[in-house]
């Protein structure tokens, strides 16, 4: 009998955030870059993006662009982003504009082709956890579903400390599982930054994957050295 060799694989992440334009882009493509210098074939996911461009190859979103990029293998777009909503509105508003239904169903084969083709995925959520993606559909469902660990990336900036612990609550009340915070430097002129990030590791029950630095451009492949910890 020849030994039993368990193929290496890490549980695949969402990513959420304490708002919306508080880094999860960021986080998630250095967190991609990360994994991947740590050998890991990994490749992002963005199941549903509001606010995209309109090329000659279909709809196009900044973000699921970004997390093509930091992607190794790179997937088809139409995997790594399912749902392309061209108005940056609210999913549901987007999507009832578009006269697109979204389903559960092509959200999960989606993500079953881009599993196939690598180690893990990294799917970045929409907005903050409780912004949810259709009438019927939250972000709570898709990380269910998917068997997603959660990750939060918390926006340094006055009020986050609030956003950060109901997040987190609110991701285990919806029968999620929490695994790690990142904390992102978006804002250069908080106060106390230190002392905000000690108070924040303090009342966090998930280790910290990371500091990430306040860069006038931030750039996901130089971040990732900033992420200690990517799995769990
Ligand atoms: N560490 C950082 N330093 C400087 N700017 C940042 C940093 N992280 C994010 N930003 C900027 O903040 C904005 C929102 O970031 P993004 O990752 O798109 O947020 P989200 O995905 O949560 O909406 C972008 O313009 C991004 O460049
Ligand atoms: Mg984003």
Request: with cysteine; aromatic share 4%; proline share 7%.
């Amino acid at each position: 009998m020849g030994l039993q060799i368990n193929p290496p694989c890490i549980n695949p992440l969402y990513i959420t955030g304490t708002d919306t334009g508080i880094g999860k882009t960021v986080a998630s493509t250095a967190l991609l870059h990360a994994l991947r210098a740590r050998g890991w074939r990994a490749v992002g996911m963005k199941p549903l993006a509001s606010g995209c461009v309109d090329s000659v190859e279909g709809l196009r979103n900044d973000d699921a662009m970004a997390l093509l990029e930091a992607s190794d293998p790179r997937p088809a777009y139409s995997d790594l982003n399912p749902y392309a909503l061209p108005l940056p509105l609210a999913p549901e508003i987007a999507a009832r504009e578009a006269g697109i239904v979204i389903r559960m169903e092509l959200i999960t084969a989606a993500f079953a082709r881009l599993r196939s083709v690598a180690d893990t995925v990294v799917v970045e959520g929409v907005g903050g956890w409780a912004a949810p993606l259709s009438a019927t559909l939250d972000q709570a469902d898709v990380a269910r579903a998917l068997e997603l660990e959660v990750v939060m990336v918390v926006g340094m900036r006055l009020g986050c400390l609030n956003h950060a612990r109901l997040t987190a609550r609110a991701v285990e009340a919806d029968g999620c599982r929490l695994v790690g915070w990142i904390a992102n430097h978006v804002d250069p002129g908080m106060e106390h930054q230190d002392d905000n990030f000690q108070l924040l590791q303090r009342r966090l029950h998930v280790p910290c994957w990371g500091r990430l630095p306040y860069q006038q451009i931030p750039d996901p492949r130089a971040l990732a050295g900033r992420l200690e910890r990517v799995d769990g």
